[in-house]
């Protein structure tokens, strides 16, 4: 799968996603110097999301809109949640230039075919299927229909919730799609994230495997790297101290470039199925184990384990050789310390 100049899978780099969010606290200079900050943390792309309370839920207070699921948005409204967290629309071609400018991808996630339509109109290469959207079909099925790449959060949903999501992509036509291990809870704690799920999810759907992390810090999404993931995406805040709805599990700039550096470290030590040994490992199998002479030999003097030994360095013999020559006359005289060899015996 590619996403703009970005190739995404086996033998890439990972995509690493700075996720926006409501961390623009409503003031369009604070999403420029986030942007900007993104880019110098290491990010590949920034990631939006396109909604307007009204395109989301409705405005209503009964109890079925009211946050008070144990979460860090627990009190509010739904309606008066997104009024504080949603970026104007206006905003969002002002801010993809910005970061096409540094060389950011920027793509979105819709909440509705409204958003949709808008960000066809902004020429996004991409789309990102928020967690909670997993069981909206329409809405997938209205994305997938677009060509272009789907990116898909998992958090919320069972296995049938998944498979029928990348069938509704598939039926559309759309097979350029990635799957993200995602626990929704803000911040996730750790014992809930099974990790191991990401080869799972490529073995059972064999699309690109991924990670949309909310837990505290890089460990996790750096761990996820040799687990197989080829996506990461993380919140990302200036400063936990500036407040907003996610401040409280989003990364600051030199936390997300400690993560980016540990991940390109992991990707260098992963590496490629490999036996070849590289010149400065050739060059310290000299300190490999080798047959020496380790006593003073007159020639036709029997080999022994006491005068013939395995030892370090590897200027010998191979030490395979051991028993063959074990009882054997030697035919010249032999100084200890001679790296033995087969042209010492007939």
Avoid at 95 to 112: H, M, R, T, W, Y
Avoid at 254 to 259: H, P, T, V
Wanted: glycine letters at 6%; aromatic letters at 8%; proline letters at 5%.
């Amino acid at each position: 799968m590619r996403i703009a100049n970005k190739e995404i899978g086996v033998n890439q780099p990972t995509f690493i996603i700075a996720e926006l969010s409501a961390n623009h606290m409503n003031d369009f200079d604070v999403a420029v110097k986030t942007i900007k900050a993104m880019k110098e943390a290491g990010a590949d792309a920034v990631k939006f999301q396109t909604y307007t309370p009204d395109t989301i839920t409705i405005d209503c207070d009964n109890e079925y809109f009211q946050i008070k699921q144990g979460t860090i948005w627990d009190g509010q409204v739904l309606h008066e949640l997104y009024e504080d967290a949603y970026m104007p629309w206006d905003w969002q071609p002002k801010l993809k230039k910005v970061a096409e400018d540094l060389g950011l991808i920027v793509f979105s996630s819709p909440f509705d075919k409204t958003s949709v339509d808008f960000l066809e109109d902004m020429d996004v290469p991409a789309y990102k299927i928020a967690s909670f959207e997993i069981t909206d079909i329409p809405l997938i099925e209205y994305v997938a229909s677009k060509g272009k790449p789907i990116i898909i959060s998992t958090g919320i949903a069972s296995l049938e919730d998944i498979d029928l999501a990348v069938k509704t992509c598939l039926d559309a036509g759309n097979n350029k799609i990635a799957l993200l291990k995602c626990t929704s809870s803000y911040p996730a704690p750790l014992d809930e994230i099974n990790l191991n799920t990401i080869p799972d999810i490529e073995d059972k759907f064999g699309v690109a495997v991924g990670l949309s992390d909310h837990t505290l810090g890089g460990e996790v999404s750096t761990a996820a790297i040799a687990l197989g993931a080829k996506i990461i995406e993380k919140h990302f805040i200036l400063d936990r101290n500036m407040g907003g709805p996610d401040s409280d599990f989003s990364m600051e700039p030199l936390e997300f470039k400690q993560m980016v550096d540990s991940i390109r470290n992991v990707e260098k030590a992963l590496g490629n199925v490999s036996y070849e040994l590289s010149d400065k490992v050739k060059a310290n199998r000299e300190f490999s184990r080798s047959l020496f002479v380790v006593e003073d030999m007159k020639k036709g003097d029997i080999i022994t384990e006491g005068n013939v030994r395995s030892i370090r360095p590897g200027f010998g013999l191979h030490p395979k050789y051991l028993k063959e020559i074990l009882g054997k006359q030697v035919k010249k005289d032999l100084k200890k310390g001679t790296p033995f060899d087969l042209s010492f015996i007939n």
